[in-house]
Each structure stands twice: as structure tokens, then as C-alpha cells.
């Protein structure tokens, strides 16, 4: 428990400096300056398309719960999605998104392989789609940005944590072979209980009846629209930080390349790798270095901000419970 504490605490510290290093080759007082010149109805209008997306991806995952706890509301699964996304903002690779199954079991009674096989199916086809998404995004702006060999290479790492991720999910949810390979290490004295109930935990997940081709048309469609929305809020930012150039296209694209970066597991939820890729994205597309330094601590400010709504549901079920389970 003290060894995991600490590495949060390193990968935050990491994170950290890197903002801290962003700051510094910046002019601080510009930085401040512009974020509190910056018009507070973009701020508003941003905030509310942030959690208009992340509604979108609570929808995508009440989709393949509804197929199999039909009684299920679409409203509380919503609920628990705020708070699988409040726990991924301050974990490693938004690895606490994985605790949603628990938050879904004590909210909604959803036994809980069914809520982590829905889970894995909505995972994969989102990191799925970013993988896409995120190739023709670096065709895009390959095509007229001086993208350095430096810069292609952060940004492709962080598409293939994506792809590995996705396949992994799959593998989990469809591989029965993978039973036996994580029973080798049942063997080992120090891991064999928890070996044993993983086991039990994947048995009982593949067990669970999903759909994952009906369901993947309308998933894409609302990680989609989702990362649409996504775009959008960061049009308002831009506007609001009054730097007006860029078009939707480049933003969405942006939004597309800098999000997969969440999910290298180096500093909390991607800080300040994140950050540091909005910089060099928006400053090749023309944007001051200062509004875009500004830009990138707006956005992640307002992108955890709104998973705040997920805190009353963490409170009520309980951190202490999800935390033992």
C-alpha cells in the first residue's frame, strides 16, 4: 500500500515539474494574465460541452449494461461513469476508471462481472476508435506542420498504449486461453490468491452474453460525438483566450492526438505530457506560446473540474468500499 502511494506520489511530482517547466520557459505573468482576461462565458460554455461528453460516454457504457441488467437506469450509470472518470483523473493511465464496476454494483446492484464486462467492451471500442482517429490525425497534420521526428514520436507512443490497450480488453473479454496463462501464476505463493480470484473474476466475465458487433456501431457513435464535443469546448477555450484561427477540424484533430496521451502511464492521467502536447501542437498551428500554455492548464483545469459532478456518488458509495474491493 506504501509502495503504490509513493509511485502516485512520484508520477504526480513528475507531472508537476513538467507544468512547472512549461511555466517557466513561458513568461508567467503573460500566462496569468491572459487566463484572467479570458471571457468567462467561453469557460461556461466549455465546461458544459466537457460533461456533455462525458454523458456521451456514460451512454456508451449503459448500451451493453442495458443488453444484460435491463432494469438498469440510464441516469445512475451516468452517475457512476462521473465517478469512474473523477478516479481515472488521478491515477496513472486513468487506470481508476476500472473501479466503475464498483461504484455500478453498490449503485445500481450490477453484479459485478457484468459491469466489468461492459466496461471492457465500451474500453476498447473508445481506445479503438482513438486509435483510428488518431492515425488519420497525424496524416492530417503531416500534410502542412513541420512535425519534428520528436514530436511524432510522443504522439505515436501514445497510440500504441492505446492499441495495446484495446487489445487487451478484447483478449479479456473473448480469450479463454488467457485463463491459462495467468494460472501459471498461481504458483507462485506470494500472488496465488489474488491469481486465484482473477481468475475466477475473467471466467465469469467472459461468461457474461455481449453483442460486441451489435453494439459497436452505436459506442463508435457516441465516443464520436464525444470527442466532437470535445472539439467544441475547445473551440470555445481558444475563442475565449481570444485566439480565433483555428478551425474545427485542427481542433478536433488536436483533441484526438492529445487525449490518447492520458493513457501513458508515466505521470497522473498524462499531466503535463498532455500539456506539453497541446503546446507544441497549437504553437505549430500558429498559436503564442503563452496562450497556449494558458490553453493547456484551461483545458485540463476544466476537463477534471467537471468530473467533480462524479464526487457525491464516490461520497455516497463509499471510497473506502471500492478502495477494499
Request: charge should be positive; include cysteine.
Amino acid at each position: 500500500m506504501k509502495f503504490r502511494w509513493l509511485r502516485v506520489l512520484v508520477q504526480l511530482a513528475v507531472g508537476a515539474v513538467i507544468l512547472l517547466y512549461l511555466l517557466q520557459l513561458a513568461d508567467m505573468r503573460k500566462v496569468f494574465s491572459i487566463l484572467l482576461r479570458v471571457n468567462p462565458v467561453n469557460v461556461l460554455l466549455a465546461s458544459l460541452l466537457f460533461i456533455l461528453a462525458s454523458i456521451f460516454v456514460g451512454v456508451a457504457l449503459y448500451i451493453p449494461i442495458k443488453s444484460t441488467e435491463n432494469s438498469s437506469p440510464m441516469v445512475k450509470v451516468i452517475q457512476a461513469n462521473f465517478a469512474g472518470q473523477l478516479l481515472s483523473d488521478m491515477t496513472p493511465a486513468r487506470s481508476g476508471y476500472f473501479a466503475t464496476p464498483l461504484v455500478l454494483k453498490e449503485l445500481c446492484n450490477i453484479p459485478l462481472e457484468k459491469g466489468l464486462a461492459s466496461v471492457l467492451v465500451t474500453g476498447f471500442i473508445n481506445s479503438f476508435v482513438r486509435v483510428i482517429l488518431s492515425a488519420i490525425a497525424i496524416l492530417f497534420f503531416i500534410t502542412f506542420l513541420p512535425l519534428s521526428q520528436s514530436i511524432l514520436s510522443i504522439l505515436i507512443i501514445g497510440i500504441f498504449f492505446l492499441l495495446i490497450a484495446s487489445i487487451i480488453f478484447l483478449i479479456i473479454l473473448v480469450e479463454k486461453r488467457i485463463l491459462k496463462l495467468i494460472a501459471v501464476f498461481e504458483k507462485i505463493p506470494i500472488i496465488k490468491i489474488v491469481t486465484h480470484k482473477l481468475i475466477e473474476l475473467i471466467s465469469k466475465v467472459q461468461k457474461v452474453k455481449l453483442n460486441i458487433k451489435r453494439q459497436l456501431t452505436w459506442i463508435s457513435l457516441l465516443i464520436l460525438l464525444s470527442m466532437i464535443a470535445n472539439a467544441i469546448a475547445l473551440q470555445f477555450i481558444s475563442d475565449g483566450l481570444g485566439f480565433r484561427s483555428l478551425n474545427f477540424m485542427e481542433l478536433l484533430f488536436v483533441v484526438t492526438l492529445v487525449s490518447s496521451l492520458m493513457y501513458i502511464p508515466f505521470t497522473i492521467a498524462g499531466l503535463g505530457i498532455q500539456e506539453t502536447a497541446y503546446v507544441l501542437l497549437l504553437t505549430l498551428l500558429s498559436m503564442p506560446f503563452e496562450t497556449a500554455v494558458a490553453f493547456a492548464i484551461l483545458t485540463r483545469a476544466l476537463f477534471t473540474g467537471t468530473d467533480i459532478i462524479g464526487l457525491p456518488i464516490l461520497m455516497k458509495v463509499g471510497f473506502k468500499n471500492i478502495k477494499k474491493k
